[in-house]
C-alpha cells in the first residue's frame, strides 16, 4: 500500500508501506477513505519534537473496515467507522471514568496517512454509522476523529456553560472546532483570538461573537475590556506554548477554569498567579471515544460542519504539499485522500 513517511524535519515522502494484518484477536483493518495532517504532524515536521529516525505518520482517519479479529464483536465487514487517534478497549475503571486516553488496555498507532491502517482496540476505539454517508459529510466526519473532538474536550474541561462567556486561544483547526463546541455548549459569548483573515471568517460562522487580533498583554487588554475588566468565565487553550498559555490564563476570571488542549512545549504554569485567583487548569488528549456518540449525531444530522476547517483537498500522494501548505499557514488543515 501507499503510506505516508516522515524521514527529517521537513522530508515527508508516500512510499510503498506493507499492507497491515491483524495482529492481534481485538484488532481490526480499516480501508482508508479520507485521512489528514494534523497540527501537531507540524511539531516533528518542524524539527521541534525530534526525528530520530523515518517513521509513519498520521493519526486522524475515517474508513471502511475490512477485516476484523476473532475477538471483535461489534463491527463487521463493510462498515463506516470513525475512530479516535488511540486505541482504548471501552471497559477498564479509567475508561468506564471518561477518560479513555488512559486505558489500562491502551495501544497507541500512527501511520494513518496510509491507504490501510490495523486499528488495536477496534470494538473501543471505532464507532460506526448506520450507513454509508454522504460523501460531502466525509470532513465533517474525519474532523471528529481528533480536532472536533479535541476542540469539544477544551470547551467541556474549561466548564463552558449556557450562558457564560468564552475566550479561545487558537485559531488553528482545534481552536476553530472550540469556538464551535462553545457554541453547541450554550456559550452567550465567544471571545476568538485570530489574526488571520480566514480563520475568522470560519471563527464568525462557528459562533464568535468577538474577535481579538492582539497577542500577549495586548490580547489580554483587549479581552479585559470586552468583558468590563473580569475576565472570560471559561477559557480553551489550543496551542501548547508558553505564550498561549500565559495568555489564556490572564484571560479567564479569577475562579474560572483554563481547558487546556494544546499539546505542551517548553510551557512552566504561573502557579502563584493561579493560586491568588483561584484559576484552574484542566484537560489534556482528549477523551474521543467518550464524545463521539453524540458528535457523530450532530454530523449525521447536520447539525454542525466541523468539516468547514478542511480548507485544502489532495490526493494522499501529494502528502508532502499538504505539510508544506500547513507549515506555511497557506492552509488550516488540509485532507488527504488515498
Known amino acids: 500500500m501507499r503510506g505516508t513517511i516522515l524521514y527529517a524535519p521537513g522530508d515527508i515522502r508516500v512510499e510503498d508501506r506493507p499492507d497491515p494484518v491483524i495482529k492481534e484477536p481485538t484488532d481490526a483493518i ?114 471528529l476523529s481528533d480536532v472536533m473532538s479535541t476542540g469539544w474536550h477544551a470547551a467541556v474541561t474549561s466548564g463552558v456553560r449556557p450562558g457564560s462567556t468564552v475566550a479561545v486561544v487558537g485559531d ?17 459569548r465567544i471571545i476568538a483570538m485570530s489574526r488571520h483573515a480566514s480563520r475568522q471568517r470560519i471563527a464568525t460562522e462557528f459562533g464568535a461573537t468577538d474577535i481579538v487580533a492582539e497577542r500577549g498583554d495586548d490580547g489580554v487588554t483587549a479581552v479585559l475590556e470586552l468583558t468590563e475588566g473580569i475576565g472570560a468565565d471559561a477559557v480553551c487553550e489550543a496551542v501548547g506554548t508558553a505564550e498561549s498559555m500565559t495568555q489564556a490564563v490572564r484571560s479567564v476570571r479569577p475562579g474560572g477554569l483554563v481547558g487546556v488542549v494544546g499539546v505542551p512545549h517548553d510551557v512552566e504554569l504561573p502557579v502563584s498567579q493561579m493560586f491568588f485567583r483561584n484559576v484552574g487548569i484542566k484537560g489534556g488528549p482528549a477523551s474521543v471515544p467518550q464524545y463521539l456518540p453524540e458528535l457523530l449525531d450532530k454530523v449525521l444530522q447536520r447539525g454542525i460542519s466541523p468539516g468547514r476547517v478542511f480548507d485544502l483537498e489532495l490526493p494522499l500522494e501529494q502528502a508532502a504539499d499538504a505539510y508544506a501548505a500547513m507549515d506555511e499557514r497557506r492552509a488550516i488543515k488540509a485532507l488527504l485522500r488515498p
Not at 33 to 42: F, H, I, K, R
Not at 57 to 77: C, K, M, N, P, Q
Request: hydrophobic residues 40%; aromatic residues 8%; charged residues 20%.
Open 172 to 188: 488553528g483547526a482545534v481552536g476553530l472546532s472550540a469556538v464551535l463546541a462553545a457554541r453547541e455548549l450554550g456559550a452567550a
Open 30 to 143: 480499516i480501508r482508508t477513505v479520507a485521512t489528514c495532517v494534523c497540527g501537531s504532524d507540524l511539531w516533528p515536521y518542524r524539527g521541534i519534537d525530534e526525528v530520530a529516525e523515518p517513521r509513519a505518520i498520521g493519526h486522524e482517519y475515517v474508513g471502511i473496515v475490512e477485516e476484523i479479529g476473532s475477538e471483535v464483536t461489534g463491527l463487521r465487514a463493510g462498515q463506516f467507522v470513525v475512530g479516535g487517534f488511540y486505541a482504548s478497549d471501552g471497559t477498564c475503571p479509567h475508561c468506564r471514568a471518561g477518560f479513555q486516553f488512559s486505558c489500562m488496555n491502551h495501544a497507541g498507532f500512527d501511520g494513518c496517512q496510509s491507504a490501510y491502517i490495523r486499528i488495536p482496540q477496534a470494538d473501543g476505539t471505532l464507532f460506526a454509522t448506520p450507513e454509508q454517508p454522504d460523501d460531502d459529510l466525509i470532513p465533517s466526519l474525519l474532523a
